[in-house]
């Protein structure tokens, strides 16, 4: 069986994702491109005697590589040489997303087009005559439809016999005389140095040095023709000569869409007539609100009765353990240890899972994509584009992925200030906290209780965003530009997949990171010998009290100063440290049955709890992105100094101000 390499390419909000997952399906992995921290997708299929990997490339508009996601698409395509790459095309926007194909082809790889959303662009009024668009362009053109999996294997067949059929050559863009002139000189000069003329198509790489671009630049400045080639480029300008290839790559496009395009007469569809109203720009904001209150209403209510069956279960698990696991110490391990710190996380599964379900579908239906541009005019009044709010929306998962979506935005300080304040996103890990405290103390208003928490991280975000940018990062925001994609309805196993993939990676982390922490906490809390469990002669206890003077004033005690301090791990740490403190581990609904006869904890201190939690250290993963992501350990220090301080702040403020509303000391 021979192996074929198969990279997607496409603009963003093409159906790339989608296609690729259609593509697949469960056989796929997740990392991160080596060196950069730019998610990497990759997946295998067997097809006719082949095994195809399939390489999920960055969302690109242009091979001329502004941000680090384009840089990763446009050099695995040059530097890795895949057997073919498959360019997954709008069909509802053709003109725009043809400007990628010109440049794509302009590299001699093999290419096949999927004109996918085929089905959206045909609803529409809009033929296209595949076979004519083949003819012009040289290259394949499939029909699919990724979301309802049509043309898949017409696709795969493609890109087999594209990867089987050598050799293949540049299909150019012819430009103007005084262009050309200037490639050719310096395809002239270029070929004298033997290995860029190997690694690098000599007239594409001549074509962006043209253009200015500085990857481009870099790959020739270390090479001995570089002099000839700066003298040669000193007599142009290279902001004239992109604009005129520009041009004259529209120029193509325009002279090949009325051959291969008829538009029909149409009035507004769907999608137009949706975006009057969530776009509208008094309704826009309320509309998404209303939303996130509906998500984590729907979290709680469909959550409710699986969270039931999983605390019966750990109950008569914990049960079982304690009448059957000698010596004593052992039973504690596993009871109070693994079962009280580990359970008391594993509980809150089906809130996370219905959570991720319904972004999931916010995000396929297309919904999320309108999210970012009716916060375009908030956040350009902060002082950063629209864009930022992407990574921001990324960040209610996790702030890991968020951090690294910053590298889309071009502007170095907007990027900065994106990723000091994703952190006060409130991400998944928080939830359970959220849930355990809301559910104790807030009964039917817990849902609201974690909506308004949510909201607080964005207005955290939002004015730490502000207070940067007239303070420490000074400038001016750059313009916010995006295309949105058509609603389009979710098929069940898409959202059930991108659920699926997010939520076994919290159930990993329970297994892993939480396990190792409640497993220390429970030594913490054993030794020395002879002392009562998780009593505040315990080794836990003295680190509680020697923790307690800092957090006291906000209402704290010594068992969630511990918490706390083994958060900074991973947030989800907070509920299985206080499970193995509080002895949570002998019936499902133990741990709310002890806060809530803890007479130091109430309402108020509860809500300020959950404050603290949002705002304060961010976990070691994201410090260590953060790290990554800047280049300097100055700002992830200030990322956690800083996040503490308002923490403290805020917490403060709420734990005074609560009882004035809620009841309770």
Request: with cysteine; net charge negative; proline share 5%.
């Amino acid at each position: 069986m021979t192996g074929i390499r198969v990279a997607l390419a496409g603009n963003p909000n093409v159906g790339k994702t989608t296609l690729f997952n259609a593509l697949t399906g469960s056989r796929q992995h997740v990392g991160n491109w080596p060196g950069v921290t730019v998610e990497k997708k990759t997946g295998r299929i067997n097809r006719s005697g082949h095994a195809i990997e399939v390489i999920d490339l960055p969302g690109t508009y242009s091979l001329t590589a502004c941000s680090a996601d384009e840089v990763v698409a446009r050099d695995y395509i040059l530097e890795e040489r895949p057997d073919v790459v498959v360019q997954v095309v709008d069909a509802t926007n053709l003109e725009r997303n043809l400007y990628l194909t010109t440049q794509i082809a302009e590299l001699g790889v093999p290419v096949v087009i999927a004109l996918n959303m085929a089905d959206a662009a045909e609803a529409g009024g809009c033929a296209i005559d595949r076979e004519r668009l083949s003819a012009l362009l040289a290259i394949p053109v499939v029909r699919t439809v990724g979301i309802r999996g049509e043309g898949l294997d017409d696709l795969l067949d493609a890109a087999v016999r594209e990867a089987e059929t050598p050799p293949h050559h540049e299909h150019t863009v012819g430009y103007r005389n005084d262009v050309e002139a200037m490639i050719a000189s310096l395809v002239g000069v270029l070929e004298a140095d033997k290995d860029l003329a190997e690694r690098y198509p000599l007239r594409w790489l001549a074509a962006r040095l043209l253009e200015g671009d500085e990857n481009a630049l870099a790959k020739v400045r270390e090479s001995p023709v570089s002099p000839r080639v700066q003298a040669l480029l000193s007599t142009i300008d290279p902001d004239e000569c992109e604009a005129a290839m520009a041009d004259r790559r529209y120029d193509v496009i325009a002279a090949v869409l009325p051959q291969v395009r008829t538009a029909g007469a149409r009035g507004m569809n769907v999608s137009e007539m949706v975006d009057r109203v969530v776009t509208d720009r008094y309704l826009g904001i309320p509309i998404f609100l209303a939303l996130m209150w509906g998500t984590f209403e729907l979290t709680f209510a469909v959550a409710a009765p699986f969270v039931a069956l999983i605390e019966a279960g750990l109950a008569r698990l914990s049960a079982a353990v304690a009448g059957s696991i000698g010596p004593a110490w052992l039973a504690s391990l596993v009871g109070d240890g693994i079962i009280g710190g580990v359970g008391s996380v594993l509980v809150f599964v089906p809130n996370i899972f219905i959570l991720f379900l319904i972004l999931s579908f916010l995000e396929d239906t297309g919904y999320l994509a309108r999210a970012a541009f009716i916060m375009d005019r908030l956040m350009y009044a902060i002082g950063l584009p629209g864009k930022a709010f992407i990574p921001m929306l990324i960040g209610f998962g996790c702030n890991v992925p968020g951090i690294m979506a910053a590298r889309t935005i071009e502007g170095e300080r907007d990027r900065l200030i994106t990723i000091l304040v994703n952190p006060f996103i409130s991400c998944s890990a928080r939830l359970p906290v959220y849930i355990l405290f809301a559910g104790a103390f807030f009964g039917a208003a817990a849902g609201v209780v974690v909506f308004l928490l949510y909201v607080l991280g964005i207005a955290a975000a939002i004015g730490s965003a502000k207070l940067f940018r007239h303070t420490i990062l000074p400038g001016e925001s750059s313009p916010f530009i995006m295309e949105m994609p058509p609603y389009r309805l979710p098929t069940a196993g898409t959202s059930l997949l991108h659920t699926w993939s997010r939520g076994v990676m919290y159930v990993r982390k329970a297994g892993t990171i939480i396990l190792a922490g409640a497993l220390v906490l429970w030594c913490l809390a054993s030794f020395p010998f002879g002392v009562e469990y998780g009593s505040s002669a315990s080794l836990a206890g003295a680190l509680g009290h020697l923790l307690e003077p800092l957090v006291a004033p906000l209402g704290f005690d010594w068992k969630i100063a511990v918490a706390l301090l083994f958060g900074f791990v991973a947030k989800e740490v907070v509920v299985g440290s206080l499970g193995v403190l509080y002895g949570a581990g002998e019936e499902g609904d133990a741990l709310s049955t002890a806060f809530l006869a803890d007479p130091g904890l109430s309402a108020a201190t509860a809500l300020a709890l959950m404050v603290f939690v949002l705002l304060y250290t961010p976990c070691l993963a994201t410090i260590a992105t953060i790290r990554k992501e800047t280049g300097s350990w100055k700002w992830a220090g200030f990322s956690v100094a800083y996040g503490l301080v308002l923490a403290w702040l805020l917490a403060l403020i709420v734990g005074r101000i609560a009882p004035s509303f809620i009841g309770g000391a």
